[in-house]
């Protein structure tokens, strides 16, 4: 995991209600990512920043929106739009370089009632 | 899409070698190999990349063919904790949005 927290490790919502997932790191990373995963498959990803205050969007940013005032945090709220919202949520951090390697969280399990 | 073919499962005994291979035909010049692997309900954790020489580490070793269409990852001498998922990626640096996550193969280390 490093040293990017996610918290908490399991959210309840009810359906219709926005949530805010939260992600820090104190890695120093420039940039930093967020990504979905459904029950056997891979991850796709959402949104992610490569500045502060600078944001694009992923292949499935639909019903989500994203916000990076800090360089340490990058939370994700997961709106109404969002049609399927029960999934895991992983956070993801690299600093800005050659290859850029990735390091995750330990996700957030999201489940919409 | 996931740019990579690996099989779906694959199993070995504890203290054995685990030999993980993985497909990517199409790979271009530019893009690197990455794996990652994830234990159940846990964040991926990166385990090893490279170009084209074959890489060593801590975890792993990676053993990339010469004309770069496939590779295989190397447990030398798997324990139960290396029970998971492992994914194979390829990727070109620099583009922070190109990391595509496949289905990966579910390695089952038994005892």
């Known amino acids: 995991d490093g040293g990017i927290t996610q918290s908490p490790k399991y959210l309840f919502r009810k359906e219709g209600q926005n949530v805010t997932l939260s992600c820090e790191q104190n890695l120093n990373h420039d940039a930093m990512y967020w990504y979905r995963q459904d029950p056997g498959q891979g991850l796709r990803l959402i949104y992610y920043?490569?500045?502060?205050?600078?944001?694009q969007k992923g292949d499935i940013a639909e019903g989500y929106s994203v916000s990076r005032e800090k360089k340490e945090s990058f939370p994700l709220t997961v709106t109404s739009a969002q049609k399927n919202p029960t999934a895991f949520y992983l956070c993801a951090s690299s600093i800005q370089g050659a290859t850029d390697t990735q390091y995750f969280g330990p996700g957030t399990r999201l489940t919409v009632l | 899409d996931a740019k990579t073919t690996q099989p779906p499962s694959m199993d070995c005994a504890e203290g054995r070698a685990a030999n993980l291979p993985c497909n990517h035909s199409?790979?271009?010049?530019?893009?690197?190999v990455y794996w990652y692997r994830q234990i159940h309900s846990q964040g991926p954790q990166y385990i090893i990349h490279?170009?084209?020489n074959n890489e060593t580490n801590e975890m792993a070793s990676l053993i990339i063919t010469e004309d770069r269409k496939s590779s295989t990852l190397i447990l030398p001498h798997a324990t139960l904790r290396d029970t998971a998922v492992y994914y194979c990626i390829v990727r070109v640096a620099y583009n922070n949005n190109d990391m595509r996550f496949g289905a990966g193969t579910r390695l089952t280390v038994k005892p």
């Open positions: 920043s490569q500045i502060v205050n600078d944001f």
């Open positions: 490279g170009l084209k």
């Open positions: 199409t790979i271009s010049g530019n893009e690197y």
